[in-house]
């Protein structure tokens, strides 16, 4: 495995953010989205230094057995959040259901509310027992130890141990892990390009592997290629089937998926049976990352492969993009249903026939228009929307900011932290701003690439 010396620590953006590098690399949560619910106990054994290293994990069938899929998103977003309000010594991460929701990229639903739910109660039942394989950062050694990821938590919720839209999170993380954290034992994490991978076991390699990708003695040095035994890889992934072919399909989906956004450039296989070898081949490291524009980083969040998202903007400059994604969001917004969003997008920005027009008046038959010479739909507000406006308006000051905040976490992403957002409802719930107009100014200015210049007059506001 060849090793290439990074020059300075990345930056991190909005878009590439920290993670602890122990969880990440152990792989605390196997990366299977579904698993039967006797899959209580995992065992891996790793070499450390010379040294045989240890990990194991026990989770009773009853909380549905080890931590897996789902519950990745959900502990990588706690940590996350941890280290954006300062990492306290406490351990004590304090949010919302829905930002934290939003930030491990789920929806804010009934249905994730119970996901949710089972995975904090995962997350504290399970427990992990590690010999020689925890990296003390401080006194550069290997450790031992017992931890749960969760140690406690508590919900401010209006049903009785169950999650809600508007419950409250209080989450104490494992000594370990918030020891490790205020030591900058961390590692870069590119959060927009995470969060834009569609399938949860996606987003489970693309941590593992990235996590692997950097040395565990000298976080300062990255690989530019991995190499592991299938079956020890399905061991660190915790896939549940060890056949090797069964290994191999259920990777494949990840596999593409990473392949196609441009984050591998290559996959080998080689050998057969037990001794078949996986060989990833990275794409770009960190640091280049870090460079990306605002822009680009969008562009990754709509699936487009990063390569082609740097070339877009450097073709056609930030205006054009920025008009044609503005577009191009309206149109899916008017209910036209795309095969390919990304291949849509892409098209659209490199047309130079004007094939594609804005989307018809609401009420009107969505489609792609396509001609030498189309004509452009440029309309008022027609009565269906002065009827929704009407209706919202009729709303509590505290509906009205229940409705409002999802679009402003979508839009807003990572600009305002948990406690801004927190503050922001609230003052849209006692009426201190329209929370529609709110959401009309926001869009229109993330859409005319005047973010920074919304989310200043909603600082002003709080």
């Known amino acids: 495995?060849?090793?290439?010396?990074?020059?300075?620590?990345?930056?991190?953006?909005?878009?590439?953010?920290?993670?602890?590098?122990n969880v990440a690399r152990l792989g605390l949560i196997s990366i299977q989205e579904r698993i039967p619910s006797d899959f209580t106990r995992w065992e891996v054994e790793f070499e450390v230094d010379g040294r045989l290293g240890q990990l194991s994990?026990?989770?009773?069938?009853?909380?549905?057995?080890?931590?897996?899929?789902?519950?990745?998103?959900?502990?990588n977003a706690l940590i996350d959040i941890f280290i954006e309000q300062g990492s306290p010594d406490s351990?004590?991460?304090?949010?919302?259901?829905?930002?934290?929701?939003?930030?491990?990229?789920?929806?804010?639903?009934?249905?994730?509310?119970?996901?949710?739910?089972?995975?904090?109660?995962?997350?504290?039942?399970?427990?992990?027992?590690?010999s020689h394989a925890w990296r003390d950062h401080e006194q550069r050694r290997w450790t031992s130890g017992t931890?749960?990821?969760?140690?406690?938590?508590?919900?401010?919720?209006?049903?009785?141990?169950?999650?809600?839209?508007?419950?409250?999170?209080?989450?104490?993380?494992?000594?370990?892990?918030?020891?490790?954290i205020r030591a900058k034992y961390v590692k870069p994490l590119d959060y927009g390009f995470l969060t834009s991978l569609e399938r949860p076991l996606t987003r489970a390699l693309y941590r593992l592997l990235d996590a692997k990708r950097y040395d565990p003695q000298d976080l300062s040095r990255?690989?530019?290629?991995?190499?592991?035994?299938?079956?020890?890889?399905?061991?660190?992934?915790?896939?549940?089937?060890?056949?090797?072919?069964?290994?191999?399909?259920?990777?494949?989906?990840a596999h593409e998926e990473l392949k196609d956004r441009g984050y591998l450039k290559d996959i080998l296989i080689e050998g057969r049976g037990r001794k078949q070898t996986l060989t990833y081949v990275f794409g770009a490291p960190a640091q280049d990352l870090a460079q990306d524009s605002e822009l680009v980083a969008?562009?990754?969040?709509?699936?487009?492969?990063?390569?082609?998202?740097?070339?877009?903007?450097?073709?056609?400059?930030?205006?054009?993009?920025?008009?044609?994604?503005?577009?191009?969001?309206?149109?899916?917004?008017?209910?036209?249903?795309?095969?390919?969003?990304?291949?849509?997008?892409?098209?659209?920005?490199?047309?130079?026939?004007?094939?594609?027009?804005?989307?018809?008046?609401?009420?009107?038959?969505?489609?792609?228009?396509?001609?030498?010479?189309?004509?452009?739909?440029?309309?008022?507000?027609d009565e269906e929307e002065r009827a929704r406006e009407a209706a919202f308006q009729a709303l509590?000051?505290?509906?009205?900011?229940?409705?409002?905040?999802?679009?402003?976490?979508?839009?807003?992403?990572?600009?305002?932290?948990?406690?801004q957002y927190t503050q922001l409802r609230s003052a849209l719930g006692e009426g201190r701003a329209d929370a529609g107009l709110v959401v009309k100014a926001v869009t229109k200015a993330v859409f005319e690439g005047r973010t920074d210049e919304a989310v200043g007059q909603l600082l002003l506001l709080l």
């Open 222 to 253: 990255s690989l530019v290629s991995y190499q592991v035994n299938l079956l020890e890889w399905a061991s660190e992934c915790k896939i549940v089937d060890r056949r090797t072919d069964k290994i191999r399909r259920t990777l494949e989906g």
């Open 57 to 75: 994990c026990f989770s009773p069938s009853e909380y549905g057995g080890v931590p897996h899929g789902l519950d990745g998103d959900v502990a």
């Open 396 to 419: 509590s000051l505290t509906q009205q900011a229940e409705r409002a905040m999802p679009t402003l976490q979508l839009l807003l992403k990572n600009r305002l932290d948990t406690m």
């Open 1 to 21: 495995m060849a090793l290439e010396r990074r020059q300075k620590k990345p930056t991190v953006s909005s878009a590439q953010r920290l993670t602890e590098a």
């Open 147 to 180: 931890f749960s990821y969760v140690l406690a938590y508590e919900v401010t919720s209006s049903e009785r141990d169950t999650v809600t839209a508007g419950a409250m999170l209080s989450v104490t993380l494992a000594g370990q892990i918030v020891k490790s």
């Open 91 to 130: 351990g004590v991460v304090t949010t919302t259901a829905s930002q934290l929701l939003l930030r491990a990229g789920l929806h804010n639903n009934g249905h994730y509310h119970r996901i949710l739910t089972e995975s904090l109660r995962r997350l504290k039942q399970a427990t992990y027992t590690m």
């Open 298 to 381: 969008i562009l990754v969040t709509h699936r487009v492969a990063r390569p082609v998202a740097r070339k877009l903007v450097e073709t056609h400059g930030d205006a054009r993009v920025r008009g044609r994604l503005a577009r191009f969001k309206a149109l899916l917004a008017s209910g036209y249903k795309a095969r390919s969003p990304s291949a849509l997008l892409v098209d659209m920005i490199r047309d130079e026939e004007d094939k594609y027009v804005d989307p018809p008046p609401a009420g009107e038959s969505a489609q792609v228009v396509r001609a030498a010479n189309p004509p452009v739909f440029r309309s008022d507000p």
